[in-house]
């Protein structure tokens, strides 16, 4: 039988390929960004469970939070349009 430690790292990986995967396959940058803050954030999770809270709460706060702020910042400044120079 499966232990509690065990059916939570196997739920946590299985979260982490669910979405890395959505990340890659999405057509929408902005969507695609959130996705892959919400990886880092699922991350941060295992760090926790790892016993790494320190690392736990550098990856949430510079993962989840600075780098995905950084990455929608910067796809709403782009724009969709191609410019002919």
Do not use: H
Request: aromatic content about 8%.
């Amino acid at each position: 039988m499966i232990d509690g430690f065990l059916f939570i790292q196997i739920i946590i990986g299985f979260a982490l390929v669910v979405t890395a995967v959505t990340a890659v396959r999405l057509k929408n940058l902005l969507a695609a960004a959130i996705a892959l803050g919400g990886f880092s954030l699922i991350l941060s999770l295992e760090f926790y469970v790892l016993q790494a809270p320190d690392v736990a709460m550098a990856e949430a706060a510079v993962g989840a939070g600075l780098t995905t702020a950084l990455f929608v910042l910067a796809i709403k400044r782009t724009s969709d349009e191609e410019v002919e120079e």
